[in-house]
T-cell receptor
Framework: ETGVTQTPRHLVMGMTNKKSLKCEQH?????MYWYKQSAKKPLELMFV???????ENNSVPSRFSPECPNSSHLFLHLHTLQPEDSALYLC?????????????FGDGTRLSIL | ELKVEQNPLFLSMQEGKNYTIYCNYS?????LYWYRQDPGKSLESLFV?????AVKQEGRLMASLDTKARLSTLHITAAVHDLSATYFC????????FGTGTRLTIIP
């Protein structure tokens, strides 16, 4: 039990589809993150939310749209994706953004774009 | 831009042997994390190093931080098969920046 749950675990979609990834944390953390993990590349930070406010958008294309309705839930809305967006998308949370505590990661959503 | 480099990228070693994974980074940060990732699984936090000279040990793994050299090491002692995984270091400045990972395979 990681405390951070992501759904779905796997997603296959066409380039014209719209889908959403969901992340939920039960750790009472105030900061949540989306990362992209591609083969042969380091984890790339996409978005950071602190106390439900977006504090960082790491030059991510607008076809990725995050939403944080409360401190326990984080979504990543996807539309008009490209084949190069196929990757593992990881959600993470931490007590606060600069708490010197490790981030806790979910198992990820494996996304494949046809 | 902060750069974090790990080496080796791939490591295959026999059970019972010792080895070290290196993590070099390009800033003066004193906040460094080590994570482990098993195939198809999430990243699991191993160590948090928050000062120059910090050393943490858990079982057969020991991590250290030298902020002056901008270097962290993850030392594996008497490796066992269960340690096979990918190991990441990550340096925190404004944000957490990850290395490319070291895929470790322990051969019986």
């Amino acid at each position: 039990e990681t405390g951070v749950t992501q759904t779905p675990r796997h997603l296959v979609m066409g380039m014209t589809n719209k889908k959403s990834l969901k992340c939920e944390q039960h750790l009472g953390h105030n900061a949540m993150y989306w990362y992209k993990q591609s083969a042969k590349k380091p984890l790339e930070l996409m978005f950071v939310y602190s106390l439900e406010e977006r504090v960082e958008n790491n030059s991510v294309p607008s076809r990725f749209s995050p939403e944080c309705p409360n401190s326990s839930h984080l979504f990543l809305h996807l539309h008009t994706l490209q084949p190069e967006d196929s990757a593992l998308y990881l959600c993470a949370s931490s007590q606060d953004r600069y708490s010197n505590q490790p981030q806790h990661f979910g198992d990820g959503t494996r996304l494949s774009i046809l | 831009e902060l750069k974090v480099e790990q080496n080796p990228l791939f490591l295959s070693m026999q059970e019972g042997k010792n080895y070290t994974i290196y993590c070099n980074y390009s800033t003066t940060s004193d906040r460094l994390y080590w994570y482990r990732q098993d195939p198809g699984k999430s990243l699991e936090s191993l160590f948090v190093l928050l000062s120059n000279g910090a050393v943490k040990q858990e079982g057969r793994l020991m991590a250290s931080l030298d902020t002056k050299a901008r270097l962290s090491t993850l030392h594996i002692t008497a490796a066992v098969h269960d340690l096979s995984a990918t190991y990441f270091c990550a340096v925190e400045e404004v944000k957490l920046t990850f290395g490319t990972g070291t895929r470790l395979t322990i051969i019986p």
